[in-house]
């Protein structure tokens, strides 16, 4: 059986989805050697975690798209633009990892 959405919800869920919209919508310039993280809300791979930092490698001038969801339209990987390349530290290896993610989710990392 569907949901039924009260009054209170769908003006909370609405709120939520306009924060969200203008979060994604806000569009930041990155380079090479600079830190970023997830925007709040904007997370949607494993890693990096939350609040943790990653390092800009690679800013890409044409993005690629994201294979893993190209043949289900139903999928958050969908045709999703990924043109930056982020380094993490490996989590039990401390190897230097590379991703591929949208730039559209991260915002730089505050200073120190």
Do not use: C
């Not at 930041?28 to 943790?52: D, H, L, S």
């Not at 993005?63 to 982020?86: C, H, K, N, W």
Request: proline share 4%; net charge negative.
């Amino acid at each position: 059986m569907a949901k039924t959405f009260s009054d209170s919800e769908v003006q909370t869920a609405r709120r939520a989805l306009l924060l969200a919209f203008d979060t994604f919508g806000k569009r930041n310039t990155f380079a090479a050697k600079q830190f970023v993280r997830w925007k709040e809300g904007m997370k949607n791979r494993k890693r990096p975690a939350y609040g943790e930092p990653a390092i800009v490698v690679q800013v890409l001038e044409e993005s690629v798209r994201d294979m893993q969801g190209e043949t289900e339209a139903g999928s958050p990987y969908f045709r999703e633009p990924l043109d930056l390349v982020i380094g993490l530290l490996g989590e039990e290896d401390n190897e230097f990892l590379l991703f591929h993610v949208d730039s559209r989710r991260f915002e730089a990392f505050p200073s120190t």
